[in-house]
């Protein structure tokens, strides 16, 4: 069983920065793909940006691309996600994902590839 917690999220105004941090509960974590998604209120959610196991592959949906930025730490067991020039359009709940592969060069993308999720943190972008 592998154990998501989000943190980092909060109320920012528009143009600021947020850093989220994912914490995962796994002896290998180097072995997991990792995503970030989000939901907006009234919306579906959303995929964000995924990451390979080693780091080396990762991608962004076009709306977050050049503005977030997908890393990881394997050592601390963490995945992170680093957002700046944030719009009102950023405002959602953000969920780190997690899920198993074989091979170091594979990304997720969508939410049905992904066996665990974390609870989310709320991301606000307000003036």
């Known amino acids: 069983q592998v154990q998501l917690v989000e943190s980092g999220g909060g109320l920012v105004q528009p143009g600021g920065s947020l850093r989220l941090s994912c914490a995962a509960s796994?002896?290998?974590?180097?072995?997991?793909?990792m995503g970030w998604f989000r939901q907006a209120p009234g919306k579906e959610r959303e995929f964000v940006a995924a990451?390979?196991?080693?780091?080396?592959?990762?991608y962004y949906a076009d709306s977050v691309k050049g503005r977030f930025t997908i890393s990881r730490d394997n050592a601390r067991n963490t995945v992170y996600l680093q957002m700046i020039s944030l719009t009102f359009e950023d405002t959602a709940v953000y969920s780190c994902?997690?899920?198993?592969?074989?091979?170091?060069?594979?990304?997720?993308?969508?939410?049905?590839?992904?066996?665990?999720w974390g609870q989310g943190t709320q991301v606000t972008v307000s003036s």
């Open positions: 990451i390979s196991r080693s780091g080396s592959i990762t």
């Open positions: 994902a997690a899920d198993v592969t074989t091979y170091s060069d594979v990304i997720k993308v969508q939410m049905r590839d992904y066996a665990y």
């Open positions: 796994v002896r290998t974590f180097s072995h997991y793909a």
